[in-house]
């Protein structure tokens, strides 16, 4: 069967298990400026830095919460989540094509606004955990986008104005990449240096081996932990380094820059390499 499904970039999803009061302190020195936090219905507990097009997700449970399942994932980027405007449709395409993808699930979380709470309601197909041993991929659909991209959570000290990929390390490309030929087609790949990327609208996932990866941020890359398939780094557009450099150094994290990217170390974010690039 063709592909039939379209590569679009909705959020990355970065797991901070039961630290979420540290992480919501450490991100916002990062210089994010992060949603309230929300509480799903399915006992997870996140923020959300919003983006143009898309967004980052801190994902984790509450102290003393239910042991969900992102807490059998180490902390760092868990997840890339695609957009779907139907997501039954999608888990449809997805069993056709032979890859295995859990029935669809639906769940809210309260938003608090001026004129009093709404619910924040989704849709999701995830794809089951042994389709990839890198972390999670799924697709979702949102049902109250406005509750969601609100401008208020779009502007960021450090400038971030979306996601410019997100970063599949794999000791072997080729075979990690295939997951997302069987999901979108071979002609959704392309071959870069190192690996293959997966162009997703405005972003892209690349899939690099880890001598890229080294190559890329030598002793700032997360660590693979016995991996031999992880979710490594974040590229973050930021149109003005100077400006996201200043507030680093006053918020006193740790970062290398150039004319043309700030690297911050997976050792400063809880797990998942930060690169700052001008474009």
Known sequence: MTATLIPVLDHVVVNVQDRMDEAQTLWTRLGFTLTPRGHHTLGS?????????????????????????IMGWPTGLNAVVFATED??????TLVAGGVTCLEPRDFSRPVALPDGARDAAFRTANLDRRESNAGRF??????????????????????????????????????????YERMFGTDALTTIAG?????????????????TLTSLYGDAAADAAGRDSFLAALVLRSPDLHRAAAHLHAS???HTNTADRIIVPASETMGVTIEFRRC
Request: net charge negative; hydrophobic share 45%; proline share 3%.
């Open 195 to 211: 690996g293959l990327r997966l162009t997703m609208a405005l972003s892209a996932l690349d899939v690099i081996n880890p001598e």
């Open 252 to 254: 006193g994290i740790r």
């Open 138 to 179: 799924y697709f979702c659909q949102h049902k109250t986008r406005d509750l969601v991209w609100r401008d208020e959570w779009r502007r960021h000290a450090n400038g971030t104005t979306g996601v410019i990929a997100a970063i599949h390390c794999a000791t072997d490309p080729a075979k990690a990449a295939l997951l």
């Open 45 to 69: 507990i996140n923020h959300l830095a919003m983006f143009g097009t898309d967004y980052l997700e801190l994902i984790g449970i509450p102290q003393g919460g239910e042991r969900l399942s």
């Open 87 to 92: 997501a039954a449709e999608t888990h449809a």
